[in-house]
T-cell receptor, first 115, second 115 residues
Framework: AQSVTQPDIHITVSEGASLELRCNYSYGATPYLFWYVQSPGQGLQLLLKYFSGDTLVQGIKGFEAEFKRSQSSFNLRKPSVHWSDAAEYFC?????????????FGTGTRLKVLA | GAGVSQSPSNKVTEKGKDVELRCDPISGHTALYWYRQSLGQGLEFLIYFQGNSAPDKSGLPSDRFSAERTGGSVSTLTIQRTQQEDSAVYLCASMPRISGANVLTFGAGSRLTVL
């Protein structure tokens, strides 16, 4: 079955520190992978996506993610966190398996940034 | 429209009442999804529509939930005889067509509170 695991429910970092949010997936075919961010009271905004090609993808707001097929992972990173990055982050996997088109989301990681 | 529009943004209802939540997707987007986000949970897939094809209703949690999409555009999610466990944020998303190599664009959501 398709699934996405985000093992960290909450993460707290100091402003200016580096950040890595973990995402592991289970998928029966070549996955399409996404990271979304949700600020309080807002919908989800796409940070970046991986479809094919270079396994290191760049996104908006200085975020990047690396697809590692051997580890079934798609971790999100940022070298220096800003206070405005405090939000909830969702990893998602999508695509077609057996003719279905469901995009499966993880349970999210809530990021807190200390001044 | 420029983005995915959802209404109402907030709805408070009494247990046992019916509610309707509306989604107006981006103009020209043929695929439309509904998700439910409960407190502390990830996004739970409910249903998706693609053009004039039969919708995939496999995520609807009970027969109290139904959705329709008129004219291939606006969608309405109806919850009959609401229960307290239905309290959640209901998110709508659209994309140009069903394809794994595509991106969901989300609305801001409708927050439902059942008293």
């Amino acid at each position: 079955a398709q699934s996405v695991t985000q093992p960290d429910i909450h993460i707290t970092v100091s402003e200016g520190a580096s950040l890595e949010l973990r995402c592991n997936y289970s998928y029966g075919a070549t996955p399409y992978l996404f990271w979304y961010v949700q600020s309080p009271g807002q919908g989800l905004q796409l940070l970046l996506k991986y479809f094919s090609g270079d396994t290191l993808v760049q996104g908006i707001k200085g975020f990047e993610a690396e697809f590692k097929r051997s580890q079934s992972s798609f971790n999100l990173r940022k070298p220096s966190v800003h206070w405005s990055d405090a939000a909830e982050y969702f990893c998602a996997v999508g695509g077609t398996t057996s003719g279905t088109y469901k995009y499966i989301f993880g349970t999210g990681t809530r990021l807190k940034v200390l001044a | 429209g420029a983005g995915v529009s959802q209404s109402p943004s907030n709805k408070v209802t009494e247990k046992g009442k019916d509610v309707e939540l509306r989604c107006d997707p981006i103009s020209g987007h043929t695929a439309l999804y509904w998700y439910r986000q409960s407190l502390g949970q990830g996004l739970e897939f409910l249903i998706y529509f693609q053009g004039n094809s039969a919708p995939d209703k496999s995520g609807l949690p009970s027969d109290r939930f139904s959705a329709e999409r008129t004219g291939g555009s606006v969608s309405t999610l109806t919850i009959q005889r609401t229960q307290q466990e239905d309290s959640a944020v209901y998110l709508c998303a659209s994309m140009p067509r069903i394809s794994g190599a595509n991106v969901l664009t989300f609305g801001a959501g409708s927050r439902l509170t059942v008293l």
